[in-house]
């Protein structure tokens, strides 16, 4: 049982790339969630996901887009890459109502 | 909007003495509350959680205290160890929209041998 897995684990993007990370997860949960985390801060939330086939933007979703097309994979694309969206890229998912777990991360550097 | 934030961006503890750290929340809906331990290069580890119909829980070493009246939140490590040295957070969230999660800034907590 691998839990949350995300890819890649880490990525080098120049300014104006596009790339997407994803994220798999095999324990049939619902809810999935994409978070960033900037240096000496904590995770904030990118978009989220209730379901297969349905998305809804978090907290900061500029810059980016998501899709949930199967049940256990979420992906986070990023289609003209900006500094400003170097950061650690977090995956997770829920299935009761208080049960969260948690990718170990994806490390994006845009230049 | 609301968010959830920590009192202390460092904490340096004695080996064997006893951790406090501590959290505010402005989100007067929040309902549920998680505790996370995150070291260098991983993600956040789940530590302890409480709902906002207790007031303290406890786990193994780790203790919970939430009051509702100033929205405060505080975890409680027994006997602080070596591997207890990582970044802690917390994290709240309510009803609807998901239960998306809103963290705090962090505590970086250090054991000092």
């Known amino acids: 049982n691998a839990g949350v897995t995300q890819t890649p684990k880490f990525r080098v993007l120049k300014t104006g790339q596009s790339m997407t990370l994803l994220c798999a997860q095999d324990?049939?949960?619902?809810?999935m969630y994409w978070y960033r985390q900037d240096p000496g801060m904590g995770l904030r939330l990118i978009h989220y996901?209730?379901?297969?086939?349905?998305?809804a933007k978090g907290e900061v979703p500029d810059g980016y887009n998501v899709s949930r097309l199967k049940k256990q994979n979420f992906l986070l694309g990023l289609e003209s890459a900006a500094p400003s969206q170097t950061s650690v890229y977090f995956c997770?998912?829920?299935?009761?109502?208080?049960?969260?777990?948690f990718g170990s991360g994806t490390r994006l550097t845009v230049v | 909007g609301e968010s959830v934030g920590l009192h202390l961006p460092t904490l340096s503890v004695q080996e064997g003495d006893n951790s406090i750290i501590n959290c505010a929340y402005s989100n007067s809906a929040s309902d549920y509350f998680i505790w996370y331990k995150q070291e260098s290069g991983k993600g956040p580890q789940f530590i302890i959680d409480i709902r906002s119909n207790m007031d303290k829980r406890q786990g193994q070493r780790v203790t919970v205290l939430l009051n509702k009246t100033v929205k405060h939140l505080s975890l409680q490590i027994a006997a602080t160890q070596p591997g207890d040295s990582a970044v802690y957070f917390c994290a709240e969230s309510s009803s609807g929209s998901a239960r998306q999660l809103t963290f705090g800034s962090g505590t970086q907590l250090t054991v000092l041998p």
């Open positions: 996901s209730v379901g297969e086939g349905t998305t």
């Open positions: 324990m049939n949960h619902e809810y």
């Open positions: 997770a998912s829920r299935q009761k109502v208080y049960g969260y777990t």
